[in-house]
């Protein structure tokens, strides 16, 4: 059974950082994207960051590149978003999300691309 289990969320400031986690464990899919999408309250669910197993090549949506990093941890067996300069519109749950195959552009489509999802992890920044 594939199981993504988010944590790392809370509470900050704006300008602040947070790192979100990702275990992921229950698949043995070859060549896999992991990645993070997020739903803010009233809108759609949209990619945030996407990272491929199989060659590690990344995607960030245009609003979070150069303060959202993507990695994967393999010492804790996590995928990782390390957020910095945290706004208010980042305000949001945060998911994990995996499709079997594929490249990390399954970000830009939405979520209709990920199959397997965790519960989320709520993002909140304050002013």
């Known amino acids: 059974e594939v199981q993504l289990v988010e944590s790392g969320g809370g509470l900050v400031q704006t300008g602040g950082s947070l790192r979100l986690s990702c275990a992921a464990s229950?698949?043995?899919?070859?060549?896999?994207?992991i990645g993070w999408f997020r739903q803010a309250p009233g809108k759609e669910r949209e990619g945030v960051s996407c990272f491929s197993k199989r060659d590690s090549t990344t995607y960030y949506t245009d609003s979070v590149k150069g303060r959202f990093t993507i990695s994967n941890d393999n010492a804790k067996d996590t995928i990782d978003l390390q957020m910095n300069n945290l706004k208010l519109e980042d305000t949001a749950t945060y998911y994990c999300a995996v499709a079997p195959y594929g490249s990390p552009d399954l970000c830009r489509r939405g979520p209709h691309g990920m199959a397997y999802w965790g519960k989320g992890t709520l993002v909140t920044v304050s002013s």
């Open positions: 229950g698949f043995t899919f070859d060549g896999y994207v």
